[in-house]
């Protein structure tokens, strides 16, 4: 087989893989993906923990990638990172993203009209946040100002979780909230559970943490704690966190879900005790407070004075 039918091939049975893991692939190269808080929410049987911390609707909450290409291989994404996604030959605009975005977000809500509270579902219908976050790495979409600035026009919060190893693209963008992913406390740690496609990845990430201090838009600091194998090390961690002085820190369990169950054992996530005890040794070297946490999701929130504002 050449190799031009074998990437065809591969990228045919990555979108199958991805339809059955409850993606809705929109336009060309975006997916739309609703998560299970979305489906109690629209039931009235409970909220995402960014309900707790930011206020934010889960039933209204569009889950989406512009992107499903990435630069890293993480061991604790859930989607299928073994296989290579190709750049797109032309890119779709943003707002026939959006316009796709919402119209697969409405077919993936249609089957719980029958059992969700008829007012929910109705908002359901009709989305006011977006989460760029699902699969990929948002900055690889080179349009993403514009494709947060048509979000924001359509009346959405925003919030985009990148894993900063495009710099110019953090520069750029001011999204509601902006997430960055610190999975390491040093590039020994990283190259081990991230698995970049290229060398200077650390570098760039490191120089993302200086951009984060300078932005205007709410920033974040996201670490994703795998038992044995990134959860050591919290003054490390709180000395690239210092580059940055984000609003807020989450610490997270890593999940034992989706295509991470080939790559972890079930026994890498730790206890919301154990993020408990991380959380508060790394607040600790920086003078952060918690703020909240949600045991069920297994997190917890750091701020500066232990406090946190919504969005919504």
Request: one cysteine or more.
């Amino acid at each position: 087989m050449s190799r031009r039918k074998q990437k065809v091939r591969d990228i045919t049975d990555f979108k199958s893989l991805l339809k059955k893991q409850g993606y809705s692939l929109a336009g060309k190269h975006s997916a739309v993906k609703t998560c299970l808080w979305l489906g109690r929410a629209i039931k009235d049987e409970g909220e995402c923990y960014k309900s707790v911390f930011y206020g934010i609707q889960s039933h209204r909450c569009l889950q989406m990638t512009p992107t499903l290409m990435c630069n890293q291989k993480c061991l604790h994404c859930w989607r299928p990172t073994e296989i290579d996604v190709p750049i797109p030959a032309d890119w779709n605009s943003p707002v026939e993203i959006v316009g796709s975005c919402i119209d697969s977000q409405r077919k993936l809500i249609s089957g719980f009209g029958g059992s969700a509270p008829r007012e929910l579902w109705a908002e359901g219908n009709e989305p006011r946040h977006v989460a760029i976050s699902l699969s990929g790495e948002p900055t690889l979409f080179p349009q993403l100002p514009e494709l947060i600035g048509e979000f924001k026009k359509q009346g959405f919060t925003t919030f985009v979780v990148s894993n900063g190893t495009v710099p110019l693209m953090i520069e750029k963008i001011n999204p509601s909230q902006l997430y960055m992913s610190l999975d390491a406390p040093d590039l020994q740690t990283y190259e081990k559970v991230c698995v970049p496609k290229s060398p200077e990845l650390w570098d760039r990430i490191n120089e993302s943490l200086d951009i984060l201090r300078s932005k205007d838009t709410r920033t974040v600091i996201r670490i994703t704690l795998i038992k044995g194998v990134n959860m050591f090390k919290p003054e490390a961690y709180a000395e690239l966190i210092k580059k940055a002085e984000p609003d807020y820190i989450e610490v997270k369990a890593y999940m034992h879900l989706g295509f991470s169950r080939k790559r972890l054992p079930r026994e890498a996530m730790p206890s919301h005790g154990e993020v408990m005890d991380f959380s508060v040794k790394l607040a600790g070297h920086l003078d952060y407070k918690v703020a909240e946490d949600v045991e069920v999701s297994r997190v917890v929130l750091l701020s500066k004075d232990g406090s946190v504002s919504h969005l919504m």
